[in-house]
């Protein structure tokens, strides 16, 4: 199966600033890769699939980027709300799979 | 607006078997989209349990072997899961959700906590 390893485990911010997020996976994913945002206590919530594009109702400071094994998340001003956990998943190959998680919190 | 309502017991018995069930609202099931189950470890990640499509193929995690069923009941516009021979390994948070083939899992239930225990 496709092992995606998410870095770092955790990233300390202040409201404002800029956010970037890692996934990388064990072999290339093309660009079938997607990212969830989850709060606590909810389900996780679709922000990216294939790689760069934007779900429906998602702010523009959301943007994905990358190709093959390496992907970036990135949010350019965190907003308050947007402190949470935010996991990567490839969609190319069955099983399915999910990275660790990246959680992001105040710094 | 599609919404996915989770049913089914919180507590399971060792060697028992887990079924929770799925009604989709707003869509039919039958409309082109994965119908999956996710699980949450606590505190920690998810795993994808598997999926079911409305023609009736299914993909199932390897992981779970041969102890996973997940099937449709176009009737009622449900999908379930069922997993047999449950230990305290099987304790999570469960989650059912849609995936359509070229997005991601979107909408999500609410999500069920089964505890497996005597």
């Known amino acids: 199966e496709i092992v995606l390893t998410q870095s770092p485990a955790t990233l300390s911010l202040s409201p404002g600033e800029r956010a970037t997020l890692s996934c990388r996976a064990s072999?290339?994913?093309?660009?079938?890769l997607v990212w969830y945002q989850q709060k606590p206590g909810q389900a996780p919530r679709l922000l990216i699939y294939?790689?760069?594009n934007r779900a429906t109702g998602i702010p523009a400071r959301f943007s994905g980027s990358g190709s093959g094994t390496d992907f970036t998340l990135t949010i350019s001003s965190l907003e308050p709300e947007d402190f949470a956990v935010y996991y990567c998943?490839?969609?190319?190959?069955?099983?399915?799979?999910f990275g660790g998680g990246t959680r992001v919190d105040v710094k | 607006q599609v919404q996915l309502q989770q049913s089914g017991p919180g507590l399971v018995r060792p060697s028992g078997t887990l079924s929770l069930t799925c009604t989709v609202s707003?869509?039919?099931?039958?409309?082109?989209?994965?119908c999956s189950w996710v699980r949450q470890f606590p505190g920690k990640g998810l795993e994808w349990i598997g999926e079911v499509y409305h023609t009736g193929n299914t993909n199932y995690n390897p992981s779970l072997k041969n102890r996973v069923t997940i099937s449709l009941d176009k009737s009622r516009n449900q999908f379930s899961l069922n997993i047999t021979s449950v230990t305290a390994a099987d304790t999570a948070m469960y989650f059912c959700?849609?995936?359509?083939?070229?997005?991601?899992?979107?909408?999500w239930g609410q999500g069920t906590l089964v505890t497996v225990s005597s």
């Open positions: 998943q490839q969609r190319g190959t069955w099983p399915l799979t």
């Open positions: 707003g869509d039919s099931i039958t409309s082109g989209h994965w």
């Open positions: 294939d790689a760069s």
């Open positions: 959700a849609n995936r359509r083939s070229l997005t991601g899992f979107d909408p």
């Open positions: 072999q290339s994913v093309n660009n079938f």
